[in-house]
């Protein structure tokens, strides 16, 4: 699924690295505790979470993913979005609810990371 | 690369923020020296996870990274509270973490399993009011 996509089925505003919405992603993982997120490794994977702080970004940028969705309306300070700028990770930040977020990709075909290390 | 490389970083142990600092460099470092991405991303989240826990339970202390040509070795070394039952803390979802670390994303009890997970071997020397040294290798 391409970034846009998500941006477009969540309807999400992005807060940085527009210019990588045309990269592919292949799998999603939506939780707002950063070590269940640390447990699974899949490449080209999507974070969404309603935890606001540095950590986002840093967990995301050691397991390699290419998008951060903020969901329930959080934002992120501006510290954060240059971190993620920094990494060429695509920040957006969308007023879903995790759940209906997490379902909507599901069922548009982001599955979730079903296997771990 | 016949000399092994060593990093030495200070883990500041008053500021969450900067956490994980010392794993993003080590990151960058081993890109660098071209390692396979996924060595890079076992040793730095094992690492990133082990920062962040020197970080909340150890009030900061050392890492060092060793790289050689067989394998990576990360020492992680606080003069904190110690561990007084490591096998309890090697279970996934056992956590001594207040409520607060649980609303900044960690003390889920999941640290130290994902620290043993992503590493070849995990050593942990730890005493009660002395502090912890866990050291992991990855080989290459």
């Known amino acids: 699924m391409k970034i846009s996509e998500i941006r477009d089925l969540l309807g999400a505003e992005v807060l940085c690295c527009e210019e990588y919405l045309d990269r592919d992603v292949y799998s999603a993982c939506g939780s707002d505790m950063m070590s269940d997120v640390l447990m699974y490794v899949k490449d080209q994977a999507v974070l969404l979470t309603g935890l606001t702080n540095p950590q986002v970004i840093r967990t995301a940028e050691m397991m390699d993913m290419k998008c951060i969705v903020f969901v329930r309306s959080k934002k992120p300070t501006e510290a954060m979005i240059e971190m993620a700028a920094d990494d060429d990770i695509v920040m957006m930040a969308s007023d879903m609810r995790m759940y209906d977020a997490c379902g909507t990709l599901y069922v548009n075909g982001l599955i979730g990371t079903a296997v771990h290390v | ?140």
């Open chain 2, 1 to 140: 690369m016949s000399e092994p490389l060593i990093f030495h970083f200070d883990v500041d142990g008053d500021n969450f923020t900067s956490a994980g600092q010392a794993s993003t460099q080590v990151k960058k470092n081993l890109r660098q020296l071209g390692l396979s991405p996924d060595i890079i991303r076992r040793v730095s989240i094992a690492m990133y996870e082990g920062e962040i826990n020197m970080v909340i339970h150890a009030n900061g202390g050392t890492a060092d990274v060793i790289v050689t040509e067989q394998y990576i070795e990360i020492i992680l070394a606080d003069k904190g509270p110690g561990i007084p039952n490591v096998e309890q803390a090697m279970q996934e979802g056992f956590s001594t973490a207040t409520d607060s670390i649980r609303s900044l994303g960690f003390g889920a009890g999941m640290g130290l399993p994902n620290m043993k997970r992503y590493t070849d071997t995990l050593e942990i020397d730890t005493m009660v009011g002395v502090g912890t040294t866990i050291t992991m290798y990855v080989y290459l």
